[in-house]
């Protein structure tokens, strides 16, 4: 199997998923919007579970963009249910 360069990398992704540069932007605010959220609560929040609920905004944002890709579903619902076994096995909760 030929390796593919990373020009054509790039163009594939742009193809499936938007412009890095769009996306990443995008991505950036909505990460940022779960964190500030998740520390109004007064507590501070578990690491752990906010990384995997990013990880769900990134499967959202790539559906958005190609909402046949079914790959997207099934990753952003692995990631939901990690999410919450972080939540259960390492709970935040210190204020």
């Known amino acids: 199997m030929a390796?593919?360069?990373d020009s054509e990398i790039i163009?594939?992704?742009i193809e499936k998923y938007g412009?890095?540069?769009d996306f990443f932007e995008t991505y950036g605010q909505?990460?940022?919007?779960?964190?500030?959220y998740?520390?109004?609560n007064g507590k501070i929040p578990n690491?752990?579970?906010i990384s995997a609920l990013n990880m769900v905004l990134?499967?959202?944002?790539?559906?958005?963009?190609?909402?046949s890709l079914a790959d997207n579903y099934c990753?952003?619902?692995?990631?939901?249910?990690i999410a919450e076994g972080q939540a259960i096995s390492s709970p935040s909760g210190k204020e």
């Open 38 to 40: 998740a520390s109004m």
């Open 75 to 81: 990753d952003a619902r692995n990631y939901i249910s």
């Open 11 to 13: 163009e594939d992704r």
């Open 58 to 67: 990134l499967k959202v944002l790539r559906s958005a963009w190609s909402p």
């Open 30 to 36: 909505m990460c940022e919007l779960v964190g500030n």
């Open 3 to 5: 390796n593919k360069k």
């Open 47 to 49: 690491a752990g579970h």
């Open 19 to 21: 412009h890095h540069l």
